[in-house]
């Protein structure tokens, strides 16, 4: 007779995932992650997603993870499996989404143990510890009754305060290895959310000083900032933005908070964001931070230059992330540690009336400011017919209500945020902080399966999708209908703009002269069975990508544009974010500029 309590510890964690409501994981087989593998493969209530390399698994857990708010949860095995995660491990802890990573390992009685040597077991790898700095928590499985403890430690740790990836690591024989349900024991997360005492002002502490500033200011921003979505209070802070009638400018993690014709969007801001935007913030008398960082990227450098003359408050849960400013000299006024979903639930029982004003002279100097930089940096842009701004220009136009759109690093996403005119059910994808290049196409795929009922779309450059077109099989063995959009610019546009900065133009390693090659790219789609479309020049370009949307298939559009087009504006090191290059004429500047400006002319 079978011990119904008796359970082959891999199917144990085949249902763990499942019951997390998780339809699909994704691995690449390896002789130390078969049986993980296969309890997922013979468990009808949860699927397996191949893909060509493990970091791409990772990847796609993350886009799984950030399209649904759920655990992304991928599988490598021992030794260069495991390693091959690490890019897309950094994808999630960076950006904070909570995966699962779940590595074979090799047997107990196979390990270097104290032996003081490099390896015994075939592909043996110290994967945990490798992982430990770059993970919220680490583990490997020594016993099988640690199991579910384990795993329901990770699974609480991946997902409370500031999520982020946890990895375990389960040996080969132990996955094999038969488990009494009945002694598993489970883990009780401990009750302190936030470290003991709290360094920093609760919101409801302070909530007069902030309402004092608010009062005060005649030229307010919110910023807006990827911990909106993390915390799923996206309609609370417009709701709270409107309340207020200020302005919302957004990092690239919250592009796409507010549609592009919302009354307060003023659009995103930083060192590769839009001009117009970073006046408003650079010359805002109050800068209110809800779910940023605000790294380096969005304050500029040096930091101090950040909104210098304005009250700031930050809220973030993260007490570290509070901590910095003062370390990089960035004053801020009120520091806040809270998430936001209790910062808006305590503000819903509030009456904010008190607190709205018109502001019209500032919002209609912000769109003043819109007009004229605008003009400015489109007459400073490629001279050519179809440049990356007017692809995007098309490509807004085009795009389907609801689509899901994952972008990739480099000027594919700096050419995108500066540009696209973002629908009010439009989301927007990017790995913000680790910037992959090759993130976004296996990004997509589990964004795929994570929303299939939604238009996928993957904006791309051509050094970007050499790093995962392996890829493409993979969407051609599902059927993916994903529209892959490829700046096609025969090299990296980005690294060759930082060398006309500061390496005399020399384009070592970023283009054909300096090493490298692009392969035919109608061939490489008809390789892998894609549809495939060219787009050279504006004629008739908004009508193909109309076309491109009917049908329901992966496609290839190969858009040939400029090797020399550039990002225009951007900030050059050195500078404050409101003095982009190219440069406004200085009497242009002076008289837009509110704040007093910086004497750079000794750190450029």
């Known amino acids: 007779m079978v011990d119904q309590h008796l359970v082959k510890l891999s199917d144990y964690v085949a249902q763990f995932i499942a019951s997390l409501d998780i339809k699909f994981v994704f691995a690449i087989s390896g002789g130390a992650s078969l049986h993980l593998i296969h309890s997922i493969g013979d468990n009808p209530n949860i699927d397996y997603i191949c893909t060509h390399h493990e970091q791409s698994a990772a990847m796609a857990a993350d886009g799984y993870a950030r399209t649904t708010g759920k655990l992304g949860v991928a599988i490598a095995t021992s030794g260069p499996g495991a390693t091959n995660l690490i890019t897309g491990i950094c994808c999630s802890f960076y950006d904070s989404v909570p995966i699962l990573l779940l590595t074979g390992q090799v047997s107990t009685f196979r390990m270097t143990g104290n032996t003081g040597v490099r390896q015994v077991g075939f592909q043996e790898t110290p994967i945990v510890e490798i992982c430990q700095s770059i993970t919220k928590y680490a583990v490997q499985i020594k016993e099988p009754e640690q199991i579910r403890y384990e795993l329901e430690k990770a699974i609480h740790i991946a997902r409370t305060n500031r999520p982020g990836p946890v990895l375990v690591d389960i040996p080969d024989n132990l996955q094999r ?48 900032g990827w911990g909106i979505h993390l915390s799923n209070t996206e309609a609370s802070f417009v709701k709270f933005a409107e309340a207020l009638n200020i302005p919302v400018a957004l990092t690239w993690g919250a592009a796409d908070l507010l549609p592009e014709s919302h009354p ?32 380096t990227k969005s304050t500029g450098s040096p930091v101090s230059s950040f909104s210098r003359d304005a009250k700031k408050v930050v809220i973030d849960i993260d007490e570290n992330e509070l901590s910095k400013f003062s370390t990089f000299g960035l004053e801020i006024d009120i520091l806040i540690q809270d998430d936001l979903s209790n910062l808006f639930e305590f503000i819903k029982s509030k009456d904010l009336s008190y607190l709205f004003c018109h502001r019209q002279n500032w919002i209609q100097q912000i769109h003043q400011w819109k007009e004229v930089f605008s003009s400015f940096d489109r007459s400073n842009s490629a001279k050519t017919d179809l440049d990356p701004y007017r692809f995007i220009d098309c490509l807004s136009l085009a795009l389907p209500e609801s689509s899901r759109i994952f972008i990739d690093t480099g000027c594919a996403i700096a050419w995108t ?14 790995d913000f902080n680790n910037t992959a290049m090759g993130w976004a196409l296996p990004a997509a795929i589990g964004g795929y399966f994570a929303e299939p009922d939604h238009p996928i779309v993957c904006i791309v450059g051509d050094g970007s999708l050499m790093m995962s077109m392996h890829e493409l099989a993979t969407i051609k063995h599902h059927h993916i209908p994903v529209k892959i959009f490829l700046f096609n610019n025969s090299g990296y546009s980005m690294i060759k703009q930082t060398q006309e900065q500061w390496l005399d133009s020399k384009y070592y390693a970023s283009s054909y002269e300096g090493g490298l090659s692009f392969p035919d790219y109608k061939s490489l789609a008809h390789a ?76 450029v």
Do not use: W
Not at 180 to 207: H, Q
Not at 266 to 277: N, V
């Open 177 to 224: 290895s038969q488990i009494d349900l009945s002694s598993l024991k489970g883990y009780t997360p401990e009750t302190l959310e936030f470290a003991n005492p709290r360094k920093f002002s609760c919101f409801s502490e302070v909530l007069s000083q902030v309402s004092k500033l608010i009062l005060e200011a005649s030229r307010p921003v919110l910023v807006g």
């Open 264 to 295: 307060l969007y003023i659009g995103t801001f930083g060192t590769h964001g839009m001009r117009h935007a970073n006046f408003a913030v650079q010359n805002a008398d109050l800068v209110l931070s809800f779910g940023s960082r605000l790294d």
């Open 417 to 430: 945020m500066q540009r696209l005119k973002i629908g009010s059910d439009q989301r927007i994808f990017h």
């Open 528 to 603: 892998f069975g894609l549809d495939y479309l060219e787009v050279s020049s504006l004629k008739d370009c908004t009508n193909k990508l109309l076309n491109a949307f009917i049908s329901n298939t992966a496609l290839l559009c190969n858009v040939i544009i400029p090797s020399d087009a550039r990002v225009v504006p951007q900030v050059k090191f050195g500078r404050p974010n409101e003095d982009m290059e190219p440069l406004l004429p200085r009497d242009i500047f002076l008289e837009n500029m509110i704040t007093d400006p910086l004497d750079v002319s000794k750190s």
